[in-house]
């Protein structure tokens, strides 16, 4: 049994240490916002916090985050950031097909806890590992300047 | 979206009670009380095999009557619009809730969305005559239908109304969700009056709202799939959880078209959490109480496979094959003429100036950021499929056809679509899902791995054209030649439409150069190449035949020392919305100013999908790599049905174009396909995508599609932009290895 704090709840699980988190939390907690692409970090579709920080959950093994806190797209409205990154979300319509949002969303409200007023660069570096196909980057980039003057 | 509703009941009951019918749309009481609307939208493909565009509403539902969209209002005044349309991101779900809500005259958050169940027949989409999202269609179809539906709906609530007050309907105005009395305060809710609205007489004639009067049609209404795709609340296909379900994943044959002979099993069995190995003919599954088990114990397997005939398949043998089919001597039979104006041959050999050029397109893979997936439950007297398709109704066809149960027994739950591209209107995956499935009594989740999702995709041909002009002494095209060379997708995918070799598809455009001379010749070869399945990428025929024909003009107006803006508007027929885009998009990019050593502007215009659209791209190139900085777009879709959606498309679909031109192909390797993931198949990432500016052009002519033009116009305005910033004249697509090799 590992046990995982999620979103503030503890979630005692029988996988085996090396299942990814992200299957972890899709196919046996059952919080399926965070979402698969890729499998080896390329995409970032299944961004989540570990104690605050941006990681790729796919290759990211339970064991790993043993101890740690777990915050996911389910609970980050929750915190001040990840409210303002959603609200601005919504204000420019940032979504189309919206698959890769969450994990756009995790990665921006990482970026902006830790640098609030990030420059265009700052955006380019934190934001590009995660692919939208449907091409919304120019309001995404839009919406984290937005949040971050929110 | 899950869709387990009682519609198909509900239409029965339509006909059941003699509906009453008008023209296109038909009234009556709706199962549980209140008016239900039921709308039949126009069929572009009449069955006839004429792929003419939809001419009315009324023409097509003169033959064989059959509503394939319905609103409901019921006795609390709850709207619900049963749509055929999924919502893939191009913001169908929300634009056509606006076209009801004008002319109901509700708030289109007022409106509630079902969608329909698979129903080929019912579901139709007007244009593509299947049940379909796809083809920039769903506004161009709904247009007009929708609108006349939303006014018969108010003008039936508005008698009910005025009886019921005994004054004259005239007198009576609607207002968000109720109607008012004009000169007394009389006012109702539409929920009170939909039991009686019911039973009053369809009128025969409504009238639409003039556009002047429009208080939502033009606006940038918010989105309504925004909300819960910011929380993680939306629950697409991949996202589905039923019951005792189990997780499936795959291994197919690695080479393309290969058959499994035999796996050894014995060591997955060990892995924890791995339930049953589905042997099919061509693929491997696993079944295990959640993906990274299945995933272990598909690594686990010992998988012994027959390559067969394509074991030795190499680019190179695909392109050859393709060069000789392309060639007037090589080729084994006559290609098919899709036009033939006046006498190319003639004025081509009488032309002072001649020029041929041979450009060529890859496959590419659609790389849905969603990979694919399906859920399904088949038991004894039942299956049910969750998934997210643009093609329901092919869906159920089969699961009938795996499971051999009635299309009644078969239900497919239709979800949000992470990505569709074109990639989610075939489904051999969820073909497959159904086979793995049928072998168990649970419910089972397939889920490809990225790494299969591309390997067995369905691929956008490999396009081999030639063209050809014959120009008179002062630059004038006087002769044009174009012959299209590739697989043929509709002969695949919609058999009845292919017809005399034609494939109308593989020529759109081509068939209609903006530069079209009296001496025309359009030709189509078929050669389909060895092991490749090929299917419909965003933006199809346009996205092909705009990049060859947009990179010939350019090439004529560089070979004849002319600008390249004059020498489109001189060479143009009579096209003002086409003159008008490429002036306003040249004028906003600022085409013929000096720009940096190195940089250089493109242009491209294009009509498809019912809409003009004009690019300038500005880019850099230093060492072999592309910088793109600025896309300025210009469209005239006519009337605009949310601004905001066609800018955002423009831009998604410029982003998703740029992708493939710089980056995209597909290649293949001893059978096998050489790319895996989003390492070996380049996409546009953040600090990659250009600034983009859309600028709309007002206009009152019919909606055109804006989910494709975006994508289909950007390749030729790169290629342009770079031989301008260069000297390189890119005819090979992908960008990066022309780039390299030029």
Known sequence: ?150 | MSTPTNTPKQVETLSEQGMRRRNFIIAGVAAGGGLLIGVALPQLFDGKGDASPAKTAEDSAKNAFSPNAFIRIDKDGLVTLIMSKVEMGQGTFTSITMLIAEELGVDPAQVKLEQAPADEKKYADPLLGGQVTGGSTSIRGAWEPMRKAGAVARTLLVSAASQAWNVDAKDCRVENGYVLHTGSDKKIGYGELAEKAATLPVPQEVTLKEAKDFTLIGKPIKRVDSPQKVNGQAIYGIDVRQPNMKIATVAMSPVLGGKLVSVDDSKARDIKGVRKIVKLDDAVAVIADHMWAAKQGLAALDIKWDGGRNETLTMKDIVSQLDQASSDKGRAAPGAVARSDGSFKEAFAKADEKFEAVYQLPFLSHAAIEPMNATVHVQKDRCDVWVGTQVPALAQAGAVGITKLPPEKVFIHNHHIGGGFGRRLDVDFINQAVAIAKTVDYPVKLVWTREEDMQHGIYRPYYYDRLSAGLDKDGKITAWQHQVTGSSIMARWIPQFFKNGLDSDAVEVAKEPLYAPANIFVEYIRQEPPGMVTGWWRGVGATHNTFMVESFIDELAHKVGKDPLQYRLASMGDSPRARHVLEVAAKQAGWGQPLPKGSGRGLSVQYAFGTYVAQVAELEVKEDEVKVKRVVCVVDCGMVVNPDHVRAQMEGGINFGISGALWGEITVNNGKVEQSNFDSYRVMRMREAPVIEVHLVQSTEAPGGIGEPGTAAIAPALTNAIFAATGKRIRQLPIKNSLVAA
């Open chain 1, 1 to 150: 049994m590992i046990t995982l704090n999620v979103n503030g709840k503890d979630h005692a699980l029988d996988v085996t240490e090396d299942t990814p988190i992200l299957w972890a939390l899709r196919d046996v907690i059952g919080l399926t916002g965070t979402k698969f692409g890729c499998g080896k970090a390329l995409c970032g579709a299944c961004t989540i916090h570990l104690d605050g920080q941006a990681t790729r959950s796919c290759i990211t093994p339970v064991s790993l985050a043993t101890g740690k806190k777990i915050t996911t797209i389910e609970s980050i409205g929750d915190t001040d950031v990840g409210k303002r990154v959603q609200q601005a979300w919504l204000a420019l319509d940032v979504v189309q097909c919206g698959y890769c949002q969450s994990g756009q969303i995790m990665s921006a409200s990482a970026l902006l806890a830790q640098t609030p007023n990030p420059t265009d660069e700052e955006i380019d570096n934190a934001m590009s590992g995660n692919i939208c196909r449907c091409g919304t980057y120019p309001r995404i980039k839009a919406a984290i300047k937005n949040a971050a003057k929110a």
